[in-house]
């Protein structure tokens, strides 16, 4: 059955001086209604550049984008990478939503915070400015807001980081869409904070039957939200599988790296955290094999010499598990035990 959102062999760079930017290679994902699809890596890994290619945020001058992003609506399926780019503003903030990363700089000085979530109310619903304050009234109600009635009219400077988050969910929430792609929302936010959105954005998806993509490095707001995860490396996908699949049996020496990055206190041992070595690569000049070789542990077991020459297929290991590793799985298992 087909789900809400289906990315197929997406592909999205950048024409440069230096060279092609290759962010994002050959990226396929879906997520339904209902569903949180987690997507992590390190910066620069192709996370936040292919989910701006499905809201169509690209500018189509300086960037070269293939393959396909469906959306399976009621009316029928679009996709919004082939769509007229009047098809996809109309579904932008409709059917579709997005939280900024930093709503400091997302949100705009000059107006108010009830004046910015009543424009996208007014894009879509007939009303006076009246009816639009009051929508936007209701909306910080809805994310929490206390004395949302006075706040309303409040500028973004006034109100505390975590109060920019809720109000940047207000805006993105205002039009009830079926997709929201939310990057990075708990950034910058203290502990007790970023707990609270993530219960938030928990409680509105049950709410409003959501489909919930969610951009992050903080493998500990995976672990509490999301009911799949895509690992990013390079500008591709290199694992994906729940998050059972992901943090008890992973397949791919980069998962395994950012899993040992995480700090432990379950065990009641100390322990010094495994920094994963090298820097990420080059997106102008990705290796000819495997992009994370270079940095692998591991790659040395694999004979053949594939990770330097061949890039890894993204392979089925079982119930929606993938990965894309030349080291079979029983062989990484091995040695991570003798390693342990």
């Known amino acids: 059955m087909s789900k809400f959102l289906e990315v197929t062999n997406l592909n999205v760079s950048f024409p440069t001086q230096d060279g092609e930017v290759r962010a994002s290679n050959e990226v396929s994902y879906s997520v339904d209604l209902g569903e949180t699809l987690a997507i992590v890596g390190e910066s620069g890994s192709g996370k936040s550049v292919s989910n701006l290619a499905v809201m169509g945020l690209h500018n189509p001058t300086r960037t070269k984008i293939t393959g396909s992003a469906v959306l399976n609506l009621a009316e029928g399926p679009i996709d919004v990478i082939s769509a007229p780019a009047e098809t996809v503003r109309r579904l932008r903030g409709k059917a579709m939503s997005m939280i900024f990363q930093d709503p400091m700089s997302a949100l705009h000085p000059f107006y108010t915070i009830g004046d910015q979530i009543a424009e996208g109310w007014h894009l879509y619903n007939k009303g006076s400015k009246k009816d639009g304050i009051k929508k936007a009234t209701e909306m910080l109600e809805i994310v929490g807001i206390p004395d949302a009635s006075s706040r309303v009219h409040d500028y973004p ?3 505390s980081g975590g109060m920019r988050q809720r109000a940047m969910i207000a805006m993105a929430l205002v039009n009830n869409p079926s997709l929201l792609i939310a990057d990075e929302p708990t950034t910058a936010l203290d502990v007790t904070v970023q707990s609270q959105i993530l219960k938030l954005l928990k409680d509105l998806q049950k709410e409003f039957h959501m489909a919930i993509i ?4 903080d493998l500990g707001v995976v672990a509490e939200v999301a009911d799949r995860i895509c690992v990013m490396y390079g500008g591709r996908i290199v694992e994906n599988g729940t998050v059972d699949d992901i943090f008890y049996r992973p397949e791919h020496p980069y998962t395994l790296g950012l899993l040992n990055s995480v700090p432990r206190i379950s065990d009641g041992q100390s322990h010094r955290l495994r920094a994963i070595p090298g820097q990420p ?12 070789q270079p940095r692998c542990e591991y790659s040395s077991k694999v004979t053949s010499g594939a990770c330097n020459s061949s890039v890894p297929s993204l392979s089925d290991k079982g119930s929606g598990h993938h990965s894309r590793c030349h080291l079979d799985v029983a062989d990484l298992n091995n040695l991570v035990k003798d390693k342990a």
């Not at 969610?214 to 490095?217: C, E, G, R, S, V």
């Not at 690569?281 to 994370?292: D, H, K, Q, T, V």
């Open 214 to 217: 969610l951009i992050t490095h």
């Open 157 to 159: 400077h006034q109100f």
């Open 281 to 292: 690569p080059s997106l102008i000049g990705l290796p000819s094999g495997c992009a994370f």
